[in-house]
Nanobody, 126 residues
Framework: QVQLVESGGGLVQAGGSLRLSCVASGRTFSNYAMGWFRQAPGKEREFVAAINWSGSSTYYGVSVKGRFTISRDNAKNTVYLQMNSLKPEDTAVYYC???????????????????WGQGTQVTVSS
């Protein structure tokens, strides 16, 4: 089991930027894909971005591609989500996620997530 702690959420104006961080502990971080999901009030949890175990491959949801960048630092057991050109529709609780399959590469499926962070609120004002 891995523990995930997110930080970096907040309130930002449309067009602004935020960077989310997620620190992992409890298992070999570098063996697992990591990612981010988000959930807005009244909506399903949505895949945002994923990065494979080595950091060599990244995957994005359609609504964020070209604006968000996921990265990881295996030496620091940390995954990041750089969010640029934010829009009001990006407002949601953002969750860090650790995949349960060693050395998996690809988009993440919420059903295969082994651990979730507690979530961090991102609010984009118009």
């Amino acid at each position: 089991q891995v523990q995930l702690v997110e930080s970096g959420g907040g309130l930002v104006q449309a067009g602004g930027s935020l960077r989310l961080s997620c620190v992992a502990s409890g298992r070999t971080f570098s063996n697992y894909a990591m990612g981010w999901f988000r959930q807005a009030p009244g909506k399903e949890r949505e895949f945002v971005a994923a990065i494979n175990w080595s950091g060599s491959s990244t995957y994005y949801g359609v609504s964020v591609k070209g604006r968000f960048t996921i990265s990881r630092d295996n030496a620091k057991n940390t995954v990041y989500l750089q969010m640029n050109s934010l829009k009001p529709e990006d407002t949601a609780v953002y969750y860090c996620a650790a995949d349960s399959r060693p050395f998996y590469a690809g988009r993440l499926d919420a059903r295969a997530i082994g651990s979730w962070g507690q979530g961090t609120q991102v609010t984009v004002s118009s």
